[in-house]
């Protein structure tokens, strides 16, 4: 065991973690950040994308013990001041029908804006190209983006 | 005004909770399997002892320590629990293991010691058919005298086609949390589309009363038919754990173990033959549908008769025979999976006329343009239900017109022209689907609405929410019944002690019966409220006549239509129904008129209605790889009078994009022994954002309200998956393109890159020949 610092969605919290745990189920088991999902345990569906240090990561795939000191960002604390635009795009979309998707594809989409606040429908697509979602198509989770986009 | 998705906020602020986010104590035990590693043994013996001693392990299981029934068949009672003397597919769960730790469970299995002998297996739908493997006598539809006809037709043409089954791949697993309460009492946090039936299972395994078991169920990250039955599994098991250990006990699969395990769409070998005249009027068509059924019943049978009753799709067929027959293999029980069959059967008769359009050298849109079921005439299914309400022309004639059909497919014609080794496909396929339970005793549903002295209304209603809107659009029906803003309706948690015996929510028809139960109900408090306000009125305003047939409800508030500037508030009008002791809650109970069907004779009105659809699809294909890109997609789709168009929308493109997933990408591989070999998203390819068409119209048909149904609306969840098979039609055009339309292309269903470079390959060698 060791104890590492993380300092999730502004807030500073410790924790004790073994060598091999996994980032996603330390932020869920331990630190009761639920947003993130486990889908498929291999970095391929997205449902645990974070952001770690400002960059998206798949959390399934980062040890905890590697992140000591670092930054991490969940929607959680994309929400701590009221929802955000996106946020609230998604909601006027019906973007998401069961949700499970929602938290991953919404990081992937927010550190898109971070860095390019006026994408395109394809680097719309190319953002969350690393992000499935089983009830939708996509297309409603497009349309919230590029019409936040055109607000602009 | 738009509607959003009620948990919407929820979901995109990760407050949502799905069963995995519930937050339970520290006592909470992990459940996980020991499963076979065989597609069918004897199982010689076992011995638990050394692996019970592993530390952090609170028990291990066999069917020897189920204190109930060992069985969670849902409708023929042949799945058990845990196996006994033999194991009949890989990953049939043989023991159970409640530890702290996934770590503990690991070493726990390496101490269990169990023996073997290896059984021959029937890993393949072929194998089966040809080792006569059946679960049950096979079912029969016909119309008509089809062997006569078949003889007396001018032009007959025959084939088979295999079709591939499909992985749900719900985002969220397999998962159950059981908390055990006083005395034999047990709470199940289930993600299921069935808490009835999960409650049933669950008692039968525990040896206990219903009454003693609660399910519940808040939302379901996704289902697709995957936790129609397949969702009790994880809930017996976490049941018999709890139960076992006294403890808090969640069985969630990991997405591989999910993937490995558990059941999905069913694969289809359809045979067919077919009799048609110059015009391309499809005369007679004889079928003989296989369905992969897996080693257990599930619900096979009830798959099987919706793709006989789909056989046909949107075609009057005079003379047709529909054979089905229940192929049982050594594989996991395949189970419901969105469409229920109708996909399968509907691939038979569209490959049907995509051959006879080639044949006659004549667009396929034309073909099934004439075959189109009537509106006064040529209106019968073959099994004897009138197509009343039909859509297909309005649907047909706006759609060609708007997808610009026509233009286009020229177009297409000009660019395989300038192009070798890049071709592209155009199809229109129709889609009509039967709304309701072909069992007609599953067509009925309850609710139970709350009003609370402030006004706001807590609802419950026998149906699921797992991302479809269910909970939406009754809290919209709920609240339009009231006349009342639509944030006083809060939608509960699904829940077997609110609403008991519900059937599931299934075969599209979550909104069609809960909304019914739910106007119901309402319909009941507004008719004790309306007592009340023609009392309070009266106070009001002396002398004037109240009766309790004019009161509405409109705008939050009560008044009579007779004097409408007299207005008593919502709230207050109950707060008053309280203070007068009227109860403030009602049941509503509905059940869907005049189904029924005859098994033996394969005749009846199983349906209460047709919805409608039609998909113009264009594909690009490149020769050399088989890549291929969906271009554009163009759809019309019936919803009826639309509860909520955004949420039907996005129904309609979620389904179409899941159907093209099943028709291109998602190919299950199996080794001989029955591995399933990609089971995990690295290698079972379901669509991503770069799949989806390029350009992607979707209309919901304006003006067509359905007659009999809860505010005019109709079922949307399943019938727009099948517009897919446009997609798949489209490919063939695409293939058929590199042998100039001359020549038959022999692709199967899913049509991924490898199966089209092939058949382009086909093709190409029979040009050069």
Not at chain 1, 92 to 115: D, M, R, T, W, Y
Not at chain 2, 184 to 195: D, F, G, L, V, W
Not at chain 2, 718 to 741: K, Q, T, W
Request: proline residues 4%; charged residues 25%.
């Amino acid at each position: 065991m060791k104890k590492i610092t993380l300092k999730v969605n502004n807030e500073s919290r410790f924790v004790h973690v073994e060598p091999n745990e996994i980032l996603l189920d330390v932020l869920r088991d331990k630190l009761g950040i639920k947003s993130p999902k486990s889908g498929c345990e291999r970095g391929d569906c997205g449902a645990c994308t974070i952001l770690l240090n400002g960059e998206s990561v798949k959390s399934c795939l980062v040890f905890a013990i590697e992140c000591d000191g670092m930054d991490i960002r969940t929607i959680e604390g994309l929400s701590e001041k009221g929802l955000s635009e996106l946020q609230e795009s998604f909601i006027k979309h019906n973007s998401f029908q069961c949700g499970f998707c929602a938290p991953g594809v919404i990081i992937s989409a927010a550190e898109l804006l971070e860095h390019n606040p006026k994408p395109n429908r394809e680097e719309i697509k190319e953002a969350i190209a690393g992000n499935l979602c089983r009830c939708t198509g996509y297309e409603s989770i497009i349309e919230a983006v590029e019409d936040l986009v055109s607000k602009k | 005004m738009k509607i959003f998705h009620e948990s919407a906020a929820y979901h995109v602020s990760g407050k949502a909770v799905y069963i995995d986010d519930i937050q339970v104590s520290d006592q909470i035990l992990n459940g996980y399997l020991y499963t076979s590693p065989y597609a069918h043994a004897k199982i010689l013996k076992f011995d638990l002892s050394e692996a019970r001693k592993t530390n952090g392990v609170s028990a291990i299981l066999s069917y020897r320590d189920l204190p109930g029934e060992n069985q969670m068949g849902p409708i023929v009672h042949d799945e058990p629990v845990l196996a006994e003397k033999s194991v009949e597919f890989i990953g049939q769960a043989i023991f159970l293991i409640a530890a702290q730790t996934e770590e503990a469970a690991l070493e726990a299995k390496k101490k269990i010691s169990i023996e073997f002998e290896e059984l021959p297996a029937v890993t393949t739908l072929k194998q089966g058919i040809e080792q006569n493997s059946f679960l049950q006598a096979q079912r029969k539809i016909e119309i008509g005298n089809t062997e006569k006809a078949l003889k007396e037709t001018k032009n007959t043409l025959s084939g088979e086609i295999e079709i591939g089954g499909q992985e749900h791949w719900y985002l969220e697993t397999q998962v159950c949390l059981c908390v055990p309460g006083e005395g034999m009492e047990m709470k199940a946090y289930a993600s299921t589309q069935n808490p009835a039936e999960t409650q049933a299972i669950i008692a039968e395994v525990l040896g206990v009363s219903k009454h003693q078991i609660e399910v519940e169920t808040r939302r379901l990250g996704g289902a697709f038919g995957g936790k129609e039955t397949q969702g009790n599994h994880v809930a017996a098991w976490a049941a018999v754990l709890a139960n076992h250990t006294k403890r808090p006990v969640k069985v969630r699969l990991q997405r591989d173990e999910d993937q490995k395990i558990t059941g999905k769409r069913h694969p289809f070998l359809i045979k067919y033959t077919a009799g048609y005249n110059d015009e391309g009027l499809i005369e007679a068509v004889d079928l003989e549908l296989f369905a992969n059924a897996g080693y257990a019943t599930d619900l096979t049978m009830a798959v099987l008769e919706r793709a006989m009753m789909h056989a046909e799709n949107a075609y009057f067929i005079p003379n047709m025979r529909i054979i089905g027959k229940p192929v049982k293999t050594n594989l996991p029980s395949n189970t419901a999976f969105r469409g229920f069959g109708g996909p399968q059967g509907m691939i038979g008769i569209e490959t049907i006329i995509d051959i006879v359009a080639r044949k006659l050298q004549k667009d396929s849109a034309e073909i099934r343009f004439k075959n189109l079921y009537g509106i006064h005439d040529k209106n019968i299914t073959p099994y004897g239900q009138k197509v009343e309400n039909n859509r297909l022309f309005m649907l047909y004639e706006q759609l060609v017109k708007s997808s610009e059909y026509q233009m286009r497919r020229k177009d297409v014609e000009r660019y395989n022209a300038q192009n070798e080794f890049s071709k592209r496909g155009l199809a229109m396929t129709p889609v009509k689907f039967g709304i309701s339970f072909t069992t007609a005793f599953l067509n009925q549903a309850g609710a139970l609405v709350n009003l609370y002295t402030d006004g706001s209304v807590l609802l419950n209603h026998g149906g699921v929410e797992m991302g479809q809107g269910l909970h939406t659009k009754m809290q919209q029906i709920a609240a339009l019944e009231f006349g009342i803003d639509i944030d006083l309706v809060k939608v509960n948690a699904t829940n077997t002690s609110k609403v008991p015996n519900t059937s599931p929510t299934a075969a599209s028809s979550g909104t069609d019966l809960n909304g019914m139960a739910v106007k119901i109900a309402v319909d009941k408090l507004k008719a004790r409220l309306a007592k009340v306000a023609v009392k309070k009125l009266a106070e009001l305003q002396q002398g004037l006549n109240f009766v309790e047939e004019d009161i509405v409800f409109e705008k939050n508030a009560v008044f009579s239509s007779k004097y409408s500037d007299l207005k008593i508030g919502f709230q207050q009008i109950v707060n008053a129904a309280w203070l007068e002791r009227e109860s403030l809650s009602a049941t509503g109970f509905y059940s869907t008129p005049g189904v029924h069907f005859d098994r033996t004779e394969g005749k009846g009105q199983p349906f209460f209605y047709f919805a409608f659809g039609m998909a113009v699809t264009e594909v690009e294909i490149d020769v050399l790889t088989g890549q291929h890109h969906v271009l554009r997609a163009d759809i019309l789709h019936d919803a009826g009078e639309s509860l909520n168009r955004s949420i039907d929308i996005g129904q309609v493109e979620g389904a179409y994009v899941q159907g093209l997933g099943w028709v291109t990408s998602e190919e299950m591989k199996y080794d001989t022994k029955g591995n399933l070999l990609n089971h995990s998203p690295d290698t079972y390819k379901i669509p991503g954002v770069r799949d989806i068409p390029q350009i992607f119209n979707v209309k919901l048909l304006e003006g067509a309200p359905n007659p009999t149904t809860i505010r005019k609306s109709k079922a949307v969840g399943e019938p727009p998956f099948m517009l897919a098979i446009s997609a798949y039609m489209a490919l063939r055009d695409a293939v058929s393109a590199v042998g100039n339309h001359k020549l038959e292309p022999d692709l199967q269903l899913p049509a991924t890159n490898e199966w089209i470079v092939l058949a382009c390959r086909k093709l190409r060698n029979m040009l050069m020949c």
